[in-house]
């Protein structure tokens, strides 16, 4: 029997209808804002950073259609509780820009890990959304265990965001030469 991928096996354009339907053109489907619009309140205490990049595909192109999830600890190293929605956000890729941003908090160490974000991106071609994780070239990252795994420096060096100001920027690559380390999780 051959198989054919439907809808629900791959993103495309129905993933920003349901996730964030804003970008996709549908106003007020939330109560007027997107789902993990913020990742944070405005009053959350922490340094408030920015987070912005691209996303390539194999060939070196900007991705235009991504979606990205981010989950993190605050600035204490705390995830919020069960059913909490701080530390937690959502971003279409700008389709003119081909970048996303987000503004949230430099999150603190949990336990033996550096001070991270969890990335997770869907886009076209996509069939499981990829896992991966944004560390920041400002902190002591050499003790972190899954960095600490990676052997090879230019793999590594792909979790690293690399500060500009208040600024973070991280490239994710899909495929290829500079191709972002994905986990499987």
């Avoid at 981010?70 to 190293?77: K, V």
């Avoid at 081909?98 to 969890?118: F, K, M, R």
């Avoid at 420096?153 to 994710?172: H, M, Q, V």
């Amino acid at each position: 029997m051959t198989q054919f991928q439907s809808a629900s096996q791959t993103a495309g354009p129905y993933v920003h209808i349901g996730c964030t339907p804003s970008f996709a053109g549908l106003e007020n489907m939330y109560g007027g804002h997107d789902l993990g619009a913020d990742i944070f309140s405005s009053d959350t205490p922490g340094t408030w950073v920015t987070v912005s990049g691209r996303i390539f595909d194999g060939e070196g192109m900007p991705v235009t259609d991504a979606m990205l999830e981010f989950w993190q600890a605050d600035s204490f190293g705390h995830y919020a509780p069960q059913g909490g929605s701080e530390g937690w956000g959502r971003r279409a890729v700008d389709a003119q820009a081909a970048s996303y941003s987000v503004n949230t908090i430099l999150p603190a160490a949990v336990g033996d890990e550096a001070p991270h974000i969890n990335v997770w991106v869907v886009a076209r071609g996509v069939n499981l959304g990829l896992h991966t994780r944004i560390y920041f070239d400002c902190a002591d990252n050499e003790q972190d265990p899954l960095l600490a795994a990676i052997d090879d420096p230019a793999r590594r060096s792909s979790f690293i965001a690399t500060r500009d100001g208040d600024t973070y920027n991280f490239d994710i690559h899909l495929q290829g030469d500079k191709e972002t380390v994905f986990l499987n999780v």
